[in-house]
């Protein structure tokens, strides 16, 4: 069974630093790409980023370009994404997402079909 | 890389049909036949429902059904369920990896 993983609940303040995960299991982690999604509180979906496990190649929507860097780490089979310096403005709720699973000759290509459960974060003096 | 435009929120009753629009440009629903669509209930984590415009994905009912024309994509749910009461989003792919979700439509089963 394909699973995603994600790490806990976050509360931080403003100018810290955070690295939340999804950790993979059931597939091959290195043959599909991996995306993150924000939900900001009340409203709705935002594609954020994306990257192909295999050789790290990372893609970000220019509104969080600068602001975040997705990474991984192959060996435990987990994506990360982190911000180096958090805002009021990152809360939220952000998942991840498979892209493109293949299963019994059928791809769902560019579809995010298997998501985490979400990480909460909230930032807050 | 502007969000996808949906109708805020569309009602409908139990049996009836509904359908759900997502406006976006030349770059990117009206380039590639790459528009998914997702349900939300509240508190829950997105689920697929259609993918490539108008493909089912394993375990999908076949009341929901997508389409294209141009830079809109249509989701229509038909014989309409109380428990198709939730919020739907569609996404299209944009180019080089790159995605893109519309705004959102909150269903309403009256």
Redesign the interface.
Known sequence: EVQLVQSGAEVKKPGQSLKISCKASGYSFTSY?L?W?RQMPGK????MG?I?PSDS?A?Y???FEGQVTISVDKSINTAYLQWSSLRASDSGIY?C?VVGYCSGG?C??????T????TMVSVSS | ?S?LTQPASVSGSPGQSITISCTGSSSDVGS?N?V?W?Q?YPGK????MI??VS?W??GVSDRFSGSKSGNTASLTISRLQAEDEA?Y?C?S?AG?????????TKVTVL
């Open positions: 790409w995306g999604v709705g979906l935002e594609w994306i192909f190649d893609r929507s220019p509104s998942y997402a059928t769902l290509h560019d579809a995010f079909d998501w985490g459960q979400g | 890389q969000a590639y790459l998914s997702y939300q984590a997105p689920r697929l993918y490539e493909k994905p394993s919020d989003y996404c792919y080089t990896s790159t995605y893109v979700f519309g705004t959102g």
